[in-house]
């Protein structure tokens, strides 16, 4: 990507600045910073250590300051969840989301819904030319573009929301195969590479940008790839109901407003805690049983049929 208008000049970009930035934006969401802190950590995550504490990181990247703010904003969501779930359930077995799906869709509407949108961008323009004066040239459909652009890429929590899918199938069907017996571990850096090539067209220089760039296998938790996916369909059919809910939902964000979305989660979803199955969960907050369709319709408008210009 070139220098110049709608992409991010090769200054630097503090660490302690973007800190303050993503504090500043987790804060509005609702993210109370003395029931919770924000850390570092070479992979972004959400760690609940008791009752009213919940602890969030998230990397940073001295040439773009978007990176951390994305990771933070999906941390966050994750952190919504946990915190708002009602106190009395802390301990038991329904004080827990509804599933890791379930909390994969809370952490994607926060960064990606949310977080990507032209309306938040709008919010987020003044509170970044503050933080950053280089970025002030960029403008708010700027910036959109860059956040938006549908590119191939080696690193899946980088990636874009169209082609982010993919690194999941990835995943998924390379777990599938280990777990059935038909991929040894000796031959998995390999078929990943090849699995790489066949969803996304381009192979990884090295085992760093490929097969060991997630924790997730080392820390023996297979299966939880597909809670990704999940979350993005979660997210899609959520949205719709709570752009139901609330007509004004795009000035409210634009405006910075985001205590009547957080409310309407508070109510809907993270007042049952455990207690519902997540399709269950899904079919009360929606009417509607899960459906990929919504996503899809989300997806189609945004990057299809928006009329900003690429």
Known sequence: ?????????????????QRELIQRVISAFGFDLYAGRLDTSPHPFTEVVGLNDVRITTRYDEADP????????????HALYD???PKEFFGLPIGDG???????????FWENIVGRSLPFLTFLKPILDSTFPSLSEMSVVDIWKKLNTVRRSLIRVSSDEITYNLHIIVRFELE??????????EDLPYAWDEKMNEYLGIRPDNHRNGVLQDIHWASGHFGYFPSYMLGNIYAGQ????????LPDLDKMVSEGN???????FKENIYSKGKFFEPLEMIKAVT???????????YLEEKFLRNPIKR
């Not at 070139?2 to 090769?10: H, M, N, T």
């Not at 509804?98 to 994607?108: I, N, P, V």
């Not at 280990?178 to 040894?184: D, F, G, W």
């Not at 959520?238 to 809910?245: C, D, F, G, S, V």
Request: some cysteine; overall charge positive; hydrophobic content about 40%.
């Open 66 to 77: 978007f990176q951390a703010l994305l990771a933070a904003m999906h941390e966050c969501g």
């Open 287 to 297: 009417r509607e049983n899960l459906s990929p369709s919504y996503l899809v319709r």
């Open 98 to 108: 509804a599933s890791a799906g379930m909390h994969e869709g809370q952490a994607r």
């Open 1 to 17: 990507e070139k220098e110049g208008k709608g992409s991010l000049k090769k200054g630097s970009f503090p660490i302690d600045k």
């Open 176 to 185: 599938e195969a280990m777990i059935n017996e038909r991929l040894s571990i």
């Open 83 to 85: 915190l708002n779930i």
């Open 258 to 264: 985001f205590k009547a979305i957080l409310e309407w």
């Open 238 to 245: 959520i949205y719709w109901k709570l752009k139901e809910n």
